[in-house]
């Protein structure tokens, strides 16, 4: 889309946008080969490959993606850079992705206003290793991370207006942020009030500055956040894209997929913090107790904004979709629980206390980053299990039953259709050295049919979406025990 913005300020994708496209990639190497971007093999440089895939034809007839066009449009700049160095395309999204990564540094580092160790903490828990690994995607996540962390320090310096038109450009490549958005001017205005002692209809209205500077801010953060609407509205007949083609349900938003963002052990935020999410809900609950303090609030806010913003994600049908380690969504809403759980433990007293979760927290971030530089942390990709889940699997599989797709889609190594691999006679279970550990089927089926240990009772886990687990410990030997790995079992008849 930058290629198209840049060669005729549209993003209308041309024939010669490819060809420009494969241009700059051939000017850094000479081998490029691609199926979809080729002008030697299709004659339309590969555009009709892409209808239906990413790109989709309009009520004019022009080809648009499915995503808003702003990450491109703010992209431009490092293109021309990149073009100009004869680097590939893709360096211009790392450039763009650094940059807004180093402004939202600046912000933390020199914004706020707190102590040196204050900003010692957020920078560690925030500069981790999937932070860096997501600078080189070129893909919004690591630009809405920046403009989230920049919203929330804007936040914590009562510029709650201006957080608020951060969040409302930050929905521009994901649309529900505008309702966090909406939140914050709500919040903003409603603070104005306390600030200004504002008790009746009269002393607002004759408060002529502060009424003027919030209609302001709702109409410019009101324009930007209805903008990808009113551009699909209008191309397409529809405000979102991505649900009318079916990309997204709102009838998948489920109470276990709310957990498994953020708890998830193959892909959740849990991977990257583990202390911050396991505390989490105890700050949150903890801080209404102190909710006149200026920290608890923002606790009670932050958090509200990480939950506020995981329920739209919660309506995508490729919940095991591609990754850096960790669901790119779980990576970007749980940096505002960064910001809380950090703003918790500078509001505790008790500085034994508070230097013991501050040490604990270093030292569970120092084994985690140990971890990963040995790659005995996460998974490969996101078709392979994490180690994490996979010790959970062989020792103690009870306590852990991931949505099926993920635990589907993980065991054999593809991204397939759930209801394909799950609509036939045979269910798979994951076998470690010859003993089955847990095994998956629907949840209308009886599991003395299934059950392949006579003798072993499993403990049993319903899911959300109509499947359920078996699970079982060291006692339902199925295979050698040169076996591990997923093995189908069939119901007996009747």
Known sequence: MSQSLLNHASSNLKEKDIKDTVDSFKR?????????????????????????????????????????????????????????????????????????????????????????????????????????????????????????????????????????????????????????SAIILIYAFINDIKEHEIKSLNDLLINKKLITRSIIFAIVSGMIVLAPSMFYLYHFSTPNLI????????????????????????????????VVLLLSPICFIASFFSIKKERSKNVILFTIISAASVIPCLTTTNWNSGAENVMRYAFWVSIPLIFAFVEFIFSIKNNKLKTTIILITI??????????????????????????????????????????????????????????????????????????????????????????CHNVTPSIKATSDGWVYYNYGNNCQVADKSKTGVVMFSPRQQ
């Open 28 to 180: 850094k190497s000479h081998d490029f080969n691609d199926f979809y971007l080729n002008c030697e093999q299709h004659k339309d440089c590969g555009v009709s490959l892409l209808i239906n895939k990413g790109y989709f034809h309009s009520n004019e007839g022009n080809l648009y993606s499915y995503h808003f066009y702003f990450y491109s449009l703010v992209n431009i700049p490092a293109l021309l850079i990149s073009n100009a160095i004869s680097a590939s395309p893709t360096t211009a999204f790392y450039l763009t992705n650094t940059m807004f990564f180093i402004i939202s540094l600046y912000f933390i580092v020199f914004l706020l206003r707190d102590k040196f160790s204050y900003k010692i903490l957020i920078l560690l828990l925030f500069s981790s290793k999937v932070t860096l690994a997501y600078l080189k995607w070129p893909h919004p996540e690591a630009i809405t991370v920046s403009l989230l962390v920049i919203s929330l320090c804007l936040i914590k310096q009562k510029q709650l207006y201006w957080a608020s038109l951060i969040f409302a450009f930050a929905s521009l490549q994901y649309q529900p942020l505008g309702i966090i």
């Open 243 to 274: 649900a009318s083609i079916g990309a997204s349900k709102s009838e998948l938003i489920t109470f276990s997929r709310f957990i498994s963002m953020y708890y998830d052990l193959n892909q959740g935020a849990i991977l990257l913090f583990p």
């Open 363 to 452: 030292v569970s971030q120092i084994v985690i980053f140990t971890m990963q530089k040995k790659e005995k942390y996460f998974s490969s990709s996101h078709t392979v299990p994490s180690y994490i889940a996979l010790a959970f699997y062989n020792h103690i599989p009870p306590l852990y039953n991931p949505e099926a797709e993920i635990y589907i889609e993980r065991a054999f190594n593809a991204e397939l259709p759930l209801r394909d691999i799950m609509s036939g006679k045979k269910y798979p279970g994951y076998v470690k050295r010859g003993y089955l550990k847990k095994l998956i089927a629907p949840a209308n089926m009886d599991v003395s049919l299934l059950n392949p």
